[in-house]
């Protein structure tokens, strides 16, 4: 199903994320955007990808599949970032 979607936003860019773009790539989806809450200086590429700060994304996000890749603490600590 994701092969026929517009859009993949792929929400992270850690150990979790890593595994699901292995996966996302061995189907050949391979256009995916990666997104994380605060992407810093220290890292501009996932798995030669940019990087997106989820405040710059640009995209039909009402179109869009989100892949919320992250461990259930890390996405508690986006969440009250995002909400704050």
Same mark, same amino acid.
């Given at each position: 199903k994701l092969k !026929? /979607?517009? =859009? &993949? /936003?792929? $929400?992270g860019a850690g150990? &979790?994320?890593n595994e699901v773009a292995k996966v996302l790539e $061995? !189907?050949?989806i391979l256009q995916y955007i990666v997104v994380v809450t605060d992407k810093g200086t220290e890292h501009n590429k996932?798995?030669?990808?940019e990087i997106v700060n989820i405040n710059d994304l640009k995209c039909d996000k009402k179109n869009a599949v989100v892949i919320v890749a992250m461990s259930k !603490? =890390?996405?508690?600590?986006?969440r009250q970032f995002l909400n704050s």
């Open positions: !026929n /979607v517009n =859009t &993949i /936003v792929l $929400y150990c &979790i994320a $061995y !189907n050949d996932f798995r030669g990808k !603490n =890390t996405m508690m600590q986006s």
